[in-house]
C-alpha cells in the first residue's frame, strides 16, 4: 500500500536551515506529482510547494519563495524540501502527499504522511 | 485565493447519529472538493473527492453532496472510530483548504 513517510524536522534557531525529506514506497514514485504541506498550531493546513511527475515543473506559495526549494530524487523514491532562512512563522507540522497525475496541475491528494515538525525559535 | 469556511468548528454527537459538516466556497469551485478524515499524529485520509465520490476503501456510510459554492459532508450510523476531524479542500484554482470540523463521540 502507498505510504509517505517524512523526516528531518526538528528545532531551528531562526535564520537556520533544515531539509525534510519524504520517503514514498507503495507506488510508482517517478510517475506522480508530489506536493508539500503544512499546518501551524492552531491553524488551518496551507499548500507551501508542488512539483511534477519529472522535476521539470515546481512552484512554491508566495510566503516562501526564494526560501525553500522542493526537489526529488526518483532513484531514491524521496521527496525533499529545502528550507533556508526559516522565520518562526514557519512553525508548524509538515505534510508530503501524492497527487493523483502527473502534472503541477494535479491536486487531488490522494494519499498524505503523517508529518514531521519543524520548529523555529530563538 | 478562494477562501473555504467550514461549520461547525466543532461536534457532539452520538453513536448511529447521523451527522453533517458544512463547506462553502468564496466562489464558485463546480464540482472540484475534496474531504479529508485527520485523526491525531495520523496522515489525513481521502474520503470524498469530486464533491461526491467515495474514495476506494471508505465505508459508504460516508457522502458529500454539492457543487458550485456549498457542499456537505454527512456521516450515518456514526461509529466511535469516526472520531476525527473533518476539513474539505478545493481543488478548482490552487488548492485551499476549510479549518475543519472536530466530531466527538
Known amino acids: 500500500q502507498v505510504q509517505l513517510v517524512e523526516s528531518g524536522g526538528g528545532v531551528v534557531r531562526p535564520g537556520g536551515s533544515l531539509r525534510l525529506s519524504c520517503a514514498a514506497s507503495?507506488?510508482?514514485?517517478?510517475?506522480?506529482?508530489m506536493h508539500w504541506l503544512r499546518q501551524a498550531p492552531g491553524k488551518g493546513l496551507e499548500w507551501v510547494a508542488v512539483i511534477s511527475n519529472d522535476g521539470s515543473d515546481l512552484y512554491h506559495v508566495d510566503s516562501v519563495k526564494g526560501r525553500f526549494t522542493i526537489s526529488r530524487d526518483d532513484s531514491k523514491n524521496t521527496l525533499y524540501l529545502q528550507m533556508n532562512s526559516l522565520r518562526e512563522d514557519d512553525t508548524a507540522v509538515y505534510h508530503c502527499?501524492?497527487?493523483?497525475?502527473?502534472?503541477?496541475?494535479?491536486?487531488?491528494?490522494?494519499?498524505w504522511g503523517q508529518g514531521t515538525l519543524v520548529t523555529v525559535s530563538s | 485565493d478562494i477562501q473555504m469556511t467550514q461549520s461547525p468548528s466543532t461536534l457532539s454527537a452520538s453513536v448511529g447519529d447521523r451527522v453533517t459538516i458544512t463547506c462553502r466556497a468564496s466562489q464558485n469551485i463546480d464540482s472540484w472538493l475534496a474531504w479529508y478524515q485527520q485523526k491525531p499524529g495520523k496522515a489525513p485520509n481521502l474520503l470524498i473527492y469530486k464533491a461526491s465520490n467515495l474514495q476506494s476503501g471508505v465505508p459508504s456510510r460516508f457522502s458529500g453532496r454539492g457543487s458550485g459554492t456549498e457542499f456537505t459532508l454527512s456521516i450515518s450510523g456514526l461509529q466511535p472510530d469516526d472520531s476525527a476531524t473533518y476539513f474539505c479542500q478545493q481543488y478548482h484554482i490552487h488548492l485551499t483548504f476549510g479549518q475543519g470540523t472536530k466530531v466527538e463521540i
Open positions: 502527499a501524492k497527487t493523483d497525475c502527473r502534472s503541477t496541475g494535479c491536486r487531488l491528494l490522494e494519499h
Open positions: 507503495g507506488f510508482t514514485f517517478s510517475s506522480y506529482g
